[in-house]
């Protein structure tokens, strides 16, 4: 079943109208490690309430995290009901809505993923990082410059924290990362055994065989990123991004319900998560910071002459020349549908979380935070941010409830009768 009345209670919980914050103290994704190892008997972090697991069977050896990235709640309730796969959670398991962190991104919903961590914790604040430290703005997905060049993590540390896994393998609890790239040096996953793919069917056989080949009780975080890219390319309505849904369903149903082992199945707890929905705008209505001569003309330059702007076009952080904040908010208000803070209030506002700030986020906040009501906002030296139908990184409910779905994987076995929608 799909918890709907949790829906509206997180909807209710605002920033402003429409913008929904964080629910750090109960729904939100930075519970869900937690939750996925106590399902072991293991306690690495705090656990979502047990509401999310009514009806389900937790008494079991293994534990999959299947993390599709960009698949919000919203779209889940739109399509679950055209792929088998997700039709089936929904109809014999549990899935109750969750609220993202802030920002909604993947480069600060993994480090929570991994380590159980607020963002303000973990100092990870969107794909692009303004490092004052040494006047440049960096990717942190992968950790580079916007040169290509690769920064050495010794030398400036990403994230802060520490991930759950050791904590997992020392309880005897096997752990393993299935993503489409090479993880293996990645602090993130530390104390985890790491694998590749190049394919969903590949990602589907691979989670398969992990479970059966497991002599211990086995944690599996298996990641997938093509829903979120059909959605930044083509929209959330779009036949792409059914397509990829539909190949998923069809290469996770292969495997997880129809050829897994009956007696593995049964000892086996699916967990589908997201780190956060999408919400599709306009290209032609989206807009360039940089053609904004007030913004242009306070706006710092990094030492390579970047534009100093830390995270993507749905949650910016704009550095100023010194004095210059209070009327460059005034004419952004003027301008832009959006909610922008000052640095002041964004610490205070408790968007990253609610637990103490490691210095790496207190360093990392910009002069004012922007966050757009539903247009994409960057600058015109990257057009192709500018190009983006699907986005995220705010605080639309459309981007920032997400799915948290339970079911024991034999319950998703083809048992011949025919599924109606929830």
Same mark, same amino acid.
């Given at each position: 079943m799909i918890d709907s009345e949790r829906?509206?209670?997180?909807?209710?919980?605002?920033?402003?109208?429409?913008?929904?914050?964080?629910?750090?103290g109960g729904y939100c994704i930075t519970r869900i490690p937690g939750t996925a190892a106590a399902a072991l008997n293991a306690s690495v972090a705090p656990t979502l309430p047990d509401e999310v697991f009514s009806g389900v069977d937790t008494d079991v050896s293994n534990v999959v995290v299947l993390f599709i990235?960009?698949?919000?709640?919203?779209?889940?309730?739109?399509?679950?009901?055209?792929?088998?796969?997700?039709?089936?959670?929904?109809?014999?398991?549990?899935?109750?809505?969750?609220?993202?962190?802030?920002?909604?991104?993947?480069?600060?919903?993994?480090?929570?993923l991994h380590t159980g961590l607020q963002p303000v914790e973990h100092g990870q604040l969107g794909w692009n990082l303004y490092l004052s430290e040494r006047n440049q703005v960096v990717e942190a997905l992968p950790f580079q410059t916007k040169r290509g060049e690769s920064i050495d993590p010794d030398e400036v540390s990403l994230f802060a924290g520490e991930p759950i896994?050791?904590?997992?393998?020392?309880?005897?609890?096997?752990?393993?990362?299935?993503?489409?790239?090479?993880?293996?040096?990645?602090?993130?996953?530390?104390?985890?055994?790491?694998?590749?793919?190049?394919?969903?069917?590949?990602?589907?056989?691979?989670?398969?065989k992990l479970l059966e080949n497991g002599t211990n009780q086995t944690y599996c975080y298996g990641y997938t990123p093509l829903v979120d890219a059909?959605?930044?390319?083509?929209?959330?309505?779009?036949?792409?991004?059914?397509?990829?849904?539909?190949?998923?369903?069809?290469?996770?149903?292969? #495997?997880?319900? @129809?050829? %897994?082992?009956?007696?593995? &199945? /049964?000892?086996?707890?699916?967990? $589908?998560?997201?780190?956060?929905?999408?919400?599709?705008?306009?290209?032609?209505?989206?807009?360039?910071?940089?053609?904004?001569?007030?913004?242009?003309?306070?706006?710092?330059?990094?030492?390579?002459?970047?534009?100093?702007?830390?995270?993507?076009?749905?949650?910016?952080?704009?550095?100023?020349?010194?004095?210059?904040?209070d009327r460059v908010r005034t004419h952004l208000? #003027?301008?832009? @549908?959006? %909610?922008?803070?000052?640095? &002041? /209030?964004?610490?205070?506002?408790? $968007?990253?979380?609610?637990?103490?700030?490691?210095?790496?986020?207190?360093?990392?906040?910009?002069?004012?935070?922007?966050?757009?009501?539903?247009?994409?906002?960057?600058?015109g030296k990257e057009p192709k941010e500018l190009a983006l139908i699907g986005d995220h990184g705010g605080l639309h409910p459309r981007e920032q409830l997400v799915p948290f779905g339970a079911v024991t994987l034999d319950r998703l076995a083809d048992d011949g009768t025919t599924l109606t929608p929830c």
């Open positions: 829906e509206a209670v997180l909807r209710a919980q605002t920033v402003r109208p429409g913008f929904v914050h964080p629910d750090y990235d960009a698949y919000g709640f919203q779209q889940f309730q739109e399509t679950h009901i055209n792929h088998s796969f997700f039709n089936r959670i929904a109809r014999r398991g549990r899935v109750t809505p969750l609220t993202s962190v802030y920002p909604s991104a993947t480069p600060a919903c993994v480090p929570t896994y050791p904590q997992l393998e020392a309880a005897g609890i096997d752990t393993h990362i299935v993503e489409p790239f090479d993880s293996s040096d990645d602090p993130k996953t530390e104390g985890a055994t790491t694998h590749t793919y190049s394919s969903p069917a590949e990602f589907g056989v691979q989670l398969r059909a959605g930044h390319a083509e929209g959330t309505c779009s036949a792409l991004h059914s397509a990829e849904l539909h190949c998923l369903s069809a290469t996770l149903q292969r #495997e997880l319900c @129809d050829r %897994l082992q009956s007696d593995v &199945a /049964e000892e086996t707890l699916l967990l $589908l998560v997201a780190d956060h929905g999408q919400t599709d705008s306009n290209p032609d209505e989206n807009v360039n910071i940089l053609s904004d001569p007030v913004v242009k003309q306070h706006l710092k330059r990094d030492r390579d002459g970047v534009p100093a702007i830390s995270g993507s076009g749905r949650n910016l952080h704009l550095f100023l020349d010194d004095g210059s904040a208000l #003027e301008r832009l @549908d959006a %909610l922008v803070l000052t640095r &002041a /209030e964004a610490l205070d506002s408790e $968007l990253w979380g609610t637990r103490k700030p490691c210095q790496m986020f207190a360093d990392r906040i910009g002069d004012l935070v922007v966050i757009p009501e539903t247009t994409t906002v960057w600058h």
